[in-house]
């Protein structure tokens, strides 16, 4: 992670260079990004915070994030004392001009994070953390920004009468680059009713790809550590599961030679074994290639149950599978005549690897019934008979005693040989109250039955929880939906169902997160709306998060990967980071109006004008992220996600967002001029 954050910082400043190609200039973000990480990890450190993966994560987003503020006052300035300014008076013209812009970029920025910090659940306890450190490191930077860099701007920007060799062969490109933008968006305008179906086919596309992307609560991540759970039918002797583990574990060093160590447990109907495989760096494949193989083997071997487990990333009790659903009834009979059946279409179903249920009808019992007339005219009470069968079968304690100085129990049972059926009952002998002993069999009648071993309540309803495991390529969210049609297609009326472990704990995070996103869209637009007291250009700004979103969902989409608490916090992280490109715009447009152009010139300037610190703001950002995209090692899965969705939305939000928001800046912002006039009059 530390390697990740040196390698952001670089790639960051190699694209600030690239861009101004002018090492006095490129020097002023160096300092900013460092003044920046120590105030944030200064704040860290007064909060309490650990340095952990997600705490690590928001530092690396910050890399990215805390330049853009720099990069966008630094270029400001700089351009004026190309102009001819004089360095302070650049400094301070520059820093006027951009201020109302670096404020608005940065209260966007931090609303979106805003509502992260007072979700609930396990989302909110991981992810409070890494909001905080985010929106502590853009306040910081914010500060940085409207202070340092114009100082530094005035002290260190010089007008270069000659420009250096790098210059001079780059500057044919970005002249291109200029006029090919000028060109375009010019043309753009010319057809701009074309902006509104390529918003609403953005739109379409977001629900198409919504819909189609797999979710989960979070990837599974290469942990080096895999579990078998084995189970024994009821009634199976320790010996009996001893042997079957045993096989497991010796079918384990054969097909594993990554494990670094192998222990098998046995305890009273089940036991496990745990494989610790080598370091993720000393092997070839990964945890998730050789937990398939071991499933695959396991189940050949059908004397008893193996469950192969992979612990989720997030929570969930150690030895649990990720889908966990829950069928309530009002009785146990009802319950008992439906599982089977449902249990048949889960075994069937594809999604599912492996499948079990706690509520097993799997214990013999017999059941007595007196026959107390019977039992009254010969003397025996109906106590009697049962303390007699508790005594000669329960394996009581009545006391102790000594012998050669050991003490030992004295335990109350009939010979095993004469207890092995149940028919044996009716041999037994009790005493009448005249002190005559009389055979169980003229006074029972017994009728041999199966019962739970245990019943389980949910919510005060009699329950079962049926546990699967996923089938290849498949997720939670799959798992859940499959669920959910077997319980449609099975079960009545007079049942519930419910969700538990990893399941509950994936459909509260998806919920939440999307409350998040709603709330951060509503916060943003209320607050530019108070900004530019206006609800118009606000209006503008939001039509960059859809060509985000949709950004962000194509590029998931063609990396296989998916939707997941990572992938969802990035989508909330681009809310925020594109609405800076439309403030860019929408404020300098609104200046050059007041400066009395009219409202297609004006767009059309300012366009122009913030063209260079967009694409240098927006490249920071992505080659900040990309480092994210190829993480390797431990915990890479979640970083990854995260990297991908924010890198996506930006590359596709950026390109569009240059010529949309244009477009319907001419369509709905107020025109300025006709208002002035107005007003004057």
Known sequence: MKQTVYEAFLLVIIIIFLFLRNWRVTLIPCIVIPVSLIGTFFLMYVAGFSINVLSMLAVVLSVGLVVDDAIVMTENIYIRIERGMSPKEAGIEGAKEIFFAVISTSITLIAVFFPIVFMEGMTGRLFREFSMVISGAVVISTFAALTITPMLA?????????????????????????????????????????????????????????????????????????????????????????????????????????????????????????????????????????????????????????????????????????????????????????????????????????????????????????????????????????????????????????????????????????????????????????????????????????????????????????????????????????????????????????????????????SSLMFAFILAVMLIYLILAAQFESFKDPLVIMLTVPLAIAGALVFMWGADQTMNIFSQIGIIMLIGLVAKNGILIVEFANQKQEAGLDKMRAIEEASLQRLRPILMTSASTILGLLPLTVASGEGANGRIAMGVAVVGGMVVSTLLTLYIVPAIYSYVSTNRIKQSKNNDA
Do not use: C
């Open 154 to 510: 005035t002290k260190l920007l010089v007008r270069q009468e000659k420009q250096s060799w790098f210059y001079n062969k780059t500057e044919p490109f970005f002249v291109w680059l200029n006029n090919f933008y000028s060109r375009t968006l010019a043309g753009f305008l010319r057809r701009r009713w074309i902006a509104l179906p390529l918003v609403a086919l953005m739109i379409g596309l977001i629900g198409w790809l919504w819909g189609s992307i797999p979710a989960e609560m979070a990837p599974l991540e290469d942990r080096s550590q895999i579990t078998i759970n084995t189970r024994g039918s009821e009634g199976a002797t320790y010996e009996y599961l001893r042997d079957y583990t045993e096989g497991i574990n010796r079918l384990v060093d054969s097909l594993v030679p990554e494990a670094r160590a192998v222990t098998a447990r046995v305890s009273s109907g089940r036991g496990n074994v745990q494989i610790a495989l080598k370091d993720i760096a000393t092997r070839e494949r990964t945890q998730m290639e050789i937990a398939e193989e071991v499933s695959a083997a396991v189940r050949t071997r059908t004397k008893a149950r193996a469950f192969v487990q992979q612990q989720s990333t997030f929570g969930g009790r150690r030895g649990s599978m990720p889908v966990q659903y829950v069928l309530q009834a009002t009785n146990i009979e009802r319950l008992q005549e439906v599982l089977p059946e449902f249990m048949r279409k889960v075994y069937e179903s594809p999604v599912f690897q492996m499948a079990d249920v706690d509520l097993k009808f799997s214990k013999p019992e017999a059941r007595i019934a007196i026959n107390r007339d019977k039992a009254n005219l010969l003397g025996v009470s109906t106590r009697n008979i049962a303390q007699t069968l508790q005594y000669g079968l329960s394996g009581q304690r009545l006391g102790y005693f000594y012998m050669n100085g050991k003490q030992y129990e004295i335990l109350a049972e009939i010979n095993r040989q004469q207890r092995n059926k149940p028919a044996d009952l009716r041999s037994i002998y009790v005493r009448s109250d005249k002190g005559e002993m009389i055979q169980l069999d003229n006074l029972i009648s017994m009728a041999e039955n199966v019962a739970p071993p245990q019943l389980y309540h949910y919510n005060r309803f009699i329950s079962a929880t049926v546990s699967a495991g996923l089938a290849k390529g498949k997720t939670i969210g799959q798992g859940l939906d499959e669920m959910d049609r077997i319980a449609d297609e099975t079960l009545g009326d007079d049942f519930r169902t419910a969700l538990a472990g990893d399941s509950k704990e994936f459909r509260e995070s998806s």
